[in-house]
């Protein structure tokens, strides 16, 4: 074989690799491509801790048999309450007083006026709860003595500060507000008969 031909096989192979780089090159960039819309198309897909996720509307769900309402017989439970009888206000204003009172019935200084408050009155008017009722102005006009004994024990700043703390409970109030409402419909109703 000669140069020429030498030549001509080397410029044949040079051809065949160089159009063999071409396709390769052509290959390389069409699976480049492919590669970069694939990767465009899963960032467009929200990722948690790179497991993508995708916002694809579910699956509606076949709706249930509806279920026909068939309604208990039990016992009607009304929401309001029937309003209290005036006795059983009566009563509950005095149970509520003489709670408040049982509270305090350890304190020496309440002790103390509510011995006075007997000793005086001859056990008419026992404790506080004597004096938080209706009849205070009866009691008061039959009993003056009471003013004394109230006068006596004021002048102690400890005996002061247990009534201001037993008026200042908005529970007491109440009750004596009620006993003394209660008295006074009963005397209006007294004097329209």
Do not use: C
């Not at 011995?115 to 209706?134: F, P």
């Amino acid at each position: 074989m000669s140069k020429t031909s030498y030549f001509l096989i080397g410029v044949i192979i040079t051809a065949l690799l160089f159009m063999g780089a071409v396709r390769g090159y052509e290959f390389y960039e069409r699976k480049a491509a492919q590669w970069e819309a694939e990767r465009e198309a899963e960032a467009s897909v929200f990722s948690f801790q790179n497991v993508p996720l995708t916002l694809a509307p579910p699956t509606p769900e076949p709706p249930s048999r509806p279920v026909l309402f068939v309604p208990q017989q039990e016992k009607e439970i009304f929401l309001g309450e029937e309003p209290l009888s005036t006795e059983m206000q009566i009563q509950q204003a005095q149970e509520t007083i003489q709670s408040i009172l049982a509270d305090y019935r350890d304190n020496p200084d309440l002790r103390a006026f509510n011995q006075d408050l007997r000793n005086e009155t001859q056990g008419v008017a026992v404790d506080l709860s004597s004096l938080s009722g209706g009849d205070l102005s009866v009691l008061l006009r039959e009993n003056p003595q009471i003013r004394d004994v109230f006068v006596q024990h004021m002048r102690n700043p400890n005996f002061v500060k247990t009534v201001e703390q037993i008026l200042s409970n908005p529970q007491f109030a109440q009750s004596v507000q009620t006993l003394q409402q209660t008295k006074s419909s009963a005397i209006t109703k007294k004097t329209a008969k």
